[in-house]
């Protein structure tokens, strides 16, 4: 092409969608920048693994430069993939009336025959895991109560965790299906969910908010081995029904989980260390970090954490573009 003329074909199209596990949340500045009018409530964050993706294949380009579209967002669900629109939920500086709803991710990243690559982190907000977590928090404040029991015998109008994983896969196997029809062409990379958990549910000091706070040992055990590892292997299994590529951040972060000391942690706690725009109330609720001097984080990746998934994301991601 003449000089000055570069288009598409000067360059990779990435498109990153997700939930808060790839938004980032707090980890480091958000993105946009606070008081830019284009903020959506997402709470995308420079540290959060897109970013330092882009970064890296910016200094090291796989042939061409490539154009990172990251529209992941903060509480997304399967759904909000690719087929029903979100409101967000960010409790950083709302506007009067509160968030906009925004059109499903693989619309906002305008997927088309021309998208070389594609990551997805999603799958957590559908169960809900964070909600399960609250529950579990709720019932282990209380003498002989189990979230295990509550969730593999529920009460009228809840899911069993059999039922949970089962819709979830249901619904893995469209949003895939449909990300494939707007991008035909594209290498499609899904991401799991790192070891927010301990091995051994021992190692967490009970009542501690910077860990897993009033949530039962036994509770833990099962939260691992029941919700979050089948959690895990349903987006493996899918993701290998369509021949895409699945990125393992699991392993590696085993050793890393909520219950660590800081510095060895990769995931913080009900209460963790965030930037200082982030709340250390949790709305509607008697939650307040703010009194040990720490921020809601409700058990999310730090930067470290970030770091340790770009690292795997970035390798699948030139794997992809290798030969297009």
């Not at 619309?107 to 964070?130: E, H, M």
Request: proline share 7%; glycine share 10%; hydrophobic share 35%.
């Amino acid at each position: 092409m003449p000089s000055g003329s570069a288009g598409a074909a000067d360059q990779y199209e990435w498109a990153a969608l997700g939930d808060s596990y790839t938004a980032g949340g707090f980890v480091g500045e958000p993105q946009p920048a606070l008081g830019d009018a284009s903020r959506d409530g997402c709470d995308r964050t420079t540290n959060a693994y897109p970013d330092v993706v882009d970064r890296e294949l910016a200094e090291f380009p796989p042939g061409k430069p490539v154009h990172l579209a990251n529209v992941s967002c903060g509480n997304a669900t399967i759904d909000n993939i690719a087929t029903t629109r979100q409101t967000p939920i960010s409790p950083v500086q709302p506007p009067a009336g509160g968030w906009k709803a925004v059109d499903p991710q693989i619309k906002r990243a305008n997927l088309n025959d021309q998208t070389d690559v594609v990551t997805i982190g999603v799958g957590g907000n559908s169960l809900p895991f964070g909600g399960m977590l609250l529950k579990c928090l709720e019932l282990g404040a209380t003498v002989g109560e189990s979230c295990r029991e509550y969730y593999s015998n529920p009460p009228a109008g809840e899911e069993s965790i059999q039922e949970k994983l089962s819709r979830v896969s249901d619904e893995y196997v469209d949003m895939l299906a449909k990300v494939h029809e707007a991008a035909p062409n594209a290498k499609v990379i899904t991401v799991g969910y790192p070891a927010v958990l301990p091995q051994e549910a021992s190692a967490c000091n009970r009542l501690s908010l910077t860990e897993l706070g009033s949530i039962k040992h036994a509770d833990i055990d099962w939260l691992r081995d029941d919700v979050l590892k089948p959690l895990n292997s349903t987006i493996q299994r899918v993701s290998s029904f369509f021949g895409d590529r699945y990125v393992d951040v699991y392993s590696s972060s085993v050793g890393h989980d909520a219950c660590q000391p800081a510095g060895t942690k990769w995931v913080e706690g009900i209460c963790g260390d965030a930037g200082g725009y982030w709340p250390s109330k949790l709305s509607g609720t008697l939650l307040n970090c703010g009194l040990i001097q720490k921020r809601v984080t409700l058990v999310h990746p730090n930067g470290a954490g970030h770091t340790n998934a770009a690292a795997h994301v970035e390798r699948a991601i030139r794997i992809a573009l290798l030969g297009r």
